[in-house]
């Protein structure tokens, strides 16, 4: 889903489910849901929780970087 991928990307940069979900015109929880569906599809675990703190796995840091390259060349194609 590139939804999810995008909400991943957000999450990422942020390091706040709540920052992502300000960002992104969503809501906390379905922010939640976007990662933990991503995380059951790549059956790895994409960010350590520590409290209201986000710190990415060594797997969210290569998955992002494979990423982070193809969803800039999506968001030129669309503009």
Same mark, same amino acid.
């Given at each position: 889903n590139l939804n999810s991928l995008v909400v991943f990307s957000?999450?990422?940069r942020s390091a706040s489910m709540t920052l992502a979900a300000k960002e992104l015109g969503?809501? @906390?929880?379905?922010?939640? @849901?976007? +990662?933990k569906?991503?995380?059951? /599809? /790549?059956?790895v675990e994409l960010f350590h929780r520590l409290g209201k703190k986000l +710190?990415?796995?060594?797997?969210a840091e290569t998955f992002h970087q494979g990423l982070s390259e193809n969803l800039n060349s +999506?968001?030129?194609?669309l503009v």
């Amino acid at each position: 889903n590139l939804n999810s991928l995008v909400v991943f990307s957000c999450v990422y940069r942020s390091a706040s489910m709540t920052l992502a979900a300000k960002e992104l015109g969503m809501t @906390q929880p379905g922010v939640t @849901q976007h +990662i933990k569906n991503l995380e059951n /599809l /790549l059956n790895v675990e994409l960010f350590h929780r520590l409290g209201k703190k986000l +710190i990415p796995t060594k797997e969210a840091e290569t998955f992002h970087q494979g990423l982070s390259e193809n969803l800039n060349s +999506i968001e030129t194609l669309l503009v």
